[in-house]
């Protein structure tokens, strides 16, 4: 891992807050949790529905003397308590995601990016051969495989072949492995403390985050608008918000009632 990165908007309509983590992630692991709903029907016969896929990711920075990365980090768990969203990368010179032009299908070996939402927070940011991506694609499926890129042109990437089939998807995000773009505590996660400290003079930071249910569909949708603070957008905007916008399009209704 690199040096990490974490972002985050403190107010409605305000500027990014980035957090210099100052080095690797001490852990960061991510896997698939399926909603499975089960029942019967009137003839004795089992069925089950699959309506969502969580994907949890595990981070941990662990026994870190630096005291304003405390500080920042406290600020951000106090956001996170509350139900807000956060990006993290692994690597900041990595923090890359965006969608596809045109959904895969099985063996393909060429992917093109198009919009980037999140490409403010790190602009010098970029991928290279050999670096590992991940694709993933809608709920409730919520598909997803790591490939290994072979060659970058501009925003043509090259890699040995997709696994799945993914030619009917409505959209497929591709990200670096270590960049997660829309974190935020699960329900159960929001009463434990997620920052601590041995005798404030070393400090841990440790939790399991999910990724936002509706980000990645949410995000697609504005087509190529950023996150915040470009003219699409203008500035009004935060992650928190987008997130709770139902997925509906590029033209999104900005009136406000507060």
Do not use: C
């Amino acid at each position: 891992m690199g040096n990490a990165y974490a972002w985050w908007y403190p107010e409605i309509g305000g500027t990014v807050t980035a957090i210099d983590i100052g080095g690797p992630l001490s852990d960061l692991d991510d896997w698939p949790v399926p909603t499975v709903l089960g029942a019967r029907s009137a003839t004795g016969a089992h069925f089950s529905i699959q309506p969502l896929t969580d994907r949890m990711v595990r981070v941990s920075i662990e026994r870190f003397d630096d005291h304003a990365l405390y500080r920042s980090l406290k600020a951000l768990e106090g956001h996170l308590l509350r139900g807000g969203s956060f990006a993290l990368a692994s690597d900041v010179g990595k923090a890359v995601a965006g969608f596809l032009v045109t959904s895969p299908a099985r063996g393909d070996t060429s992917l093109v990016l198009g919009d980037q939402p999140w490409s403010t927070l790190a602009p010098t940011a970029a991928l290279a051969t050999s670096d590992e991506i991940v694709l993933e694609t809608s709920q409730p499926e919520a598909r997803s495989e790591i490939a290994v890129l072979s060659g970058v042109s501009g925003s043509t990437l090259t890699i040995a072949g997709v696994i799945h089939d993914l030619i009917e998807e409505p959209w497929v995000l591709v990200r670096h492995r270590g960049f997660f773009p829309a974190l935020r505590l699960p329900i159960d996660g929001r009463r434990r403390q997620l920052l601590t400290t041995d005798r404030q003079v070393v400090h841990t930071f440790a939790a399991v985050f999910e990724v936002h249910p509706t980000a990645y569909g949410a995000f697609a949708d504005l087509g190529s608008a950023h996150v915040i603070g470009d003219e699409e957008t203008d500035g009004e905007w935060t992650i928190d918000d987008i997130l709770e916008l139902d997925t509906r399009g590029p033209e999104i209704d900005k009136s406000r009632s507060d």
